[in-house]
């Protein structure tokens, strides 16, 4: 697998359970193997985006800081931050991470060309 690819597992009929979970839900589904480490990335998305709107981006560099913070280890770090840079949640600009649209755009074209395959 390429290095910004990452699997997801759908689960149809599972939609009341997932927006019951919110994106929490959401991240169960690319930590398919261990979905207990979805609250570990979702913790750290959120840092992520709480610093986007305050302007202070997370840098890339301040990785011991947070995973002193967390008390996560390194390697779930590196886990959470590859599958999310994988899956377009998460994308490193100028030595910092910020939340990007190229994971809902992605989930948009899908839905579009489902929905233009179906009208055939």
Known sequence: ??????LIVL?????????SDGMKGVLELLFFK???IAQDALAFANHV???QRAGDQYSVVE???YVKMSGITLSR??????KLKG?????????????SEDFPRL?????QIYYAWRAV
């Open 11 to 19: 689960r149809p009929r599972r939609e009341a359970s997932l927006r």
């Open 77 to 82: 770090y590196y886990s959470i931050v590859n």
């Open 34 to 36: 261990d979905p207990s």
């Open 87 to 99: 899956t377009g949640i998460l994308r490193r600009e100028h030595g910092n991470f910020v939340i």
């Open 49 to 51: 985006k709480e610093r």
């Open 1 to 6: 697998m390429a290095k910004n690819e990452s």
């Open 63 to 65: 990785w011991q800081k």
């Open 107 to 111: 989930l948009n074209e899908v839905v």
